[in-house]
């Protein structure tokens, strides 16, 4: 399918794209999506391939909106918003090359952490997080016009490896 937004590869593109990615191995499986991760070669950074297949919830419409979002946020990368690389568009699906948050998300962390007993939260920390979301929202806000996430919850805010916030998962995201 031949889209008219310029901001939407051809499948020939993710198909270059992810010769450039090795070691690619299932990450975790979403509400709607599979996500892979991987290396990119050339960058030697860990990359994350989250492929969202339409379905009656997730139409091609909204593949757009989320396709045309993540490419203005590409242009401009905040430290506390997921950074974004790529979108493709194809018939049947969506696919996202984000940057891997290898802390995975909030909401897992405070699993884990009241697993192992070390909950609630040390002070610092939750101080951190409430700041960064704040920064990273206020950002997208201020982004013209506004971006609206509309879906910030301890699942959608992720951990990199040293522990930075990072808002991810803009599915449901508007901009006005
Ligand atoms: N960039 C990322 N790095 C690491 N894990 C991620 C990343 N994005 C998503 N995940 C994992 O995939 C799960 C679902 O991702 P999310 O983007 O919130 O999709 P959805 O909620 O639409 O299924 C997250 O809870 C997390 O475990
Ligand atoms: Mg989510």
């Known amino acids: 399918m031949v889209d008219p937004d310029p901001n939407i590869a051809l499948i020939s593109d993710i198909i270059k794209n992810l010769e450039n990615v090795e070691k690619l ?37 909204d593949a757009r909106n989320e ?31 984000m940057e891997y948050c290898e802390g995975g998300s909030l909401f897992s962390y405070v699993k884990e952490m009241q697993k192992k007993g070390q909950f609630p939260l040390d002070e610092k920390f939750i101080q951190k997080i409430l700041y960064c979301c704040l920064e990273g929202l206020n950002f997208l806000h201020s982004q013209n016009p506004p971006i609206y996430h509309r879906d910030i919850k301890l699942a959608n805010i992720f951990l990199s490896k040293n522990l930075e916030i990072k808002i991810g998962d803009l599915g449901i995201a508007k901009q006005l």
């Open 25 to 61: 191995q299932m990450a975790n499986k979403g509400a709607f999506g599979k996500l892979y991760s991987g290396v990119h070669v050339i960058e030697q950074e860990k990359y994350v391939i989250k492929i969202l297949t339409f379905s009656q919830d997730f139409t091609i419409d």
């Open 67 to 97: 396709a045309r979002l993540l490419a203005k946020l590409a242009k401009h990368h905040h430290p506390y918003i997921i950074k974004y690389k790529d979108t493709y568009l194809t018939k049947t699906c969506l696919l996202i090359t």
